[in-house]
């Protein structure tokens, strides 16, 4: 009996072990992935009067915000750093992260007639979704360049270590968006839960504050400095003041433990997503 190449049907189901993230397949599909990144980029501009300025404004105006309230009035401290260009540094790459969580968290579900219409890497929309915030944040390092020439602070030697702390702000925000992204497929509470803890991790992140008015409070509590570092942005954000302008040194094991929590999120990630992924386009 002949059988009919037309009548061939080809089955995609998923591989075995959450290991597999086909990572080649990613490759394959590299245009797809800037195509809905630079997407996003644009549908966030488009028929805006200010453009891409608006990518600078929110930081701008909470740092102005901030300045009032915790430089003036309360006195917080900035560790020598003038305090609109210490929390302008701050605010940097946890905009970043908190933008590029909320909408990873959301990515998923704002692509169901996607993909329930073709075939693609799935992890390929978390991963655009989060993209699109690296021209925000490069926008932005121009206005703090500025901020730092108007203040007469010089920057540091340590600025070959920024793209380092910028790529663990990446790998938190990409490892808590596959888990949440997966999880809000199956549960669209998440949708409410994710903007109340972003909005705490603020003030737990020493973006208003410098980690330096927390650690000697640890220390006098007979806690380690690197139990902070549990807050995977503490190390980032710290790490990325030090990259940018030196200063007052902090201790490694806060970094240390800023990189082994977010690669224990990526992997976490990774594991809920393979789990759940086969599931997407019956749930979503």
Known sequence: MKTDASSAVLRIEPRRGWLSLDLGELWDFRELLYFLAWRDVKVRYKQTALGV?????????????????????AQIGSDGLPYPLFSFAGLLPWTFFSQGLLKSSESLVGSANLIKKVYFPRLIVPISAILPGLVDTGV???VLFGLAAFYGVPLSSGLVTLPFFLLLSVVSALGLGMWLSALNVQYR?????VPFFVQLGLFVTPVIYPASRVLPRLEAAGLPAWIYGLNPMAGVVEGFRWALFGGRPFPASLVAASVAVSAGLLLLGAYSFRRMERNFADLV
């Open 189 to 193: 509470d998440v949708r409410y839960v």
């Open 53 to 73: 300025a608006w990518a600078v404004l929110q930081p701008l105006l909470t740092t102005f915000v901030f300045t009032i309230f915790f430089g003036r009035l």
């Open 140 to 142: 932005s390092f121009v």
